[in-house]
């Protein structure tokens, strides 16, 4: 396998996908932020200082997949069909549990949007909540499924 970011002197590149076919695609990522059982009751009882945590991340992981071409050199600008965000809380583990599922109809996937969707979800929640507890940890964050393309459907 080659990697297809490079050209033939070392040099990054963004790929060319003018030759491609249009394909229905949809990926899902997931992650999770670890926290403090207090500071994950506080944002399930909505007595957090900053307001609605979990509303505020889950429109940041929307808008964080629309702008992924902006943060990602060379992410194509893709026309994103669909981005959604769920944060379930999980006491057992004090984390809040990361999914996000994001859809288009384009040359190229969209398993970065969806990656993107989850960092930023779990990045807003530790800003919103970094005054209650500095030692969150943002971590697994991983894709678990991409369906359509040239390459097919991956599954982990």
């Known amino acids: 396998m ?16 003018s030759e491609k076919q249009m394909t229905k695609r949809e990926a899902i990522a997931v992650g999770k932020i670890s926290m ?8 399930i009882e909505g007595n957090t200082p900053k307001g609605d945590v ?9 808008m964080g997949a629309k ?9 194509h600008n893709i026309p994103i069909d669909s981005v959604k965000v769920e944060l379930k809380p999980n006491r057992a583990e004090k984390a809040i549990e990361i999914t996000a599922i994001a859809k288009c109809t ?15 979800a779990a990045l807003t929640i530790y800003d919103m909540c970094k005054a209650v507890d500095r030692g969150m940890v943002i971590g697994d964050i991983t894709l678990v499924k991409k369906t359509g393309g040239k390459s097919g459907t991956f599954e982990k």
Do not use: F, Q, W
């Not at 080659?2 to 790929?15: P, R």
């Not at 702008?67 to 992410?75: A, F, Q, V, W």
């Not at 384009?106 to 930023?120: F, M």
């Open 106 to 120: 384009y040359k190229t996937g969209i398993e970065v949007e969806a990656l993107t969707a989850v960092s930023i």
């Open 67 to 75: 702008k992924t071409y902006e943060l990602i050199p060379m992410c």
């Open 36 to 43: 403090k059982l207090e500071t994950l009751d506080m944002i």
């Open 2 to 17: 080659s990697l297809t970011h490079i050209d033939e002197k070392g040099n990054a590149k963004m790929v060319d996908v």
């Open 54 to 62: 979990l509303a505020t991340a889950r429109i940041a992981g929307i």
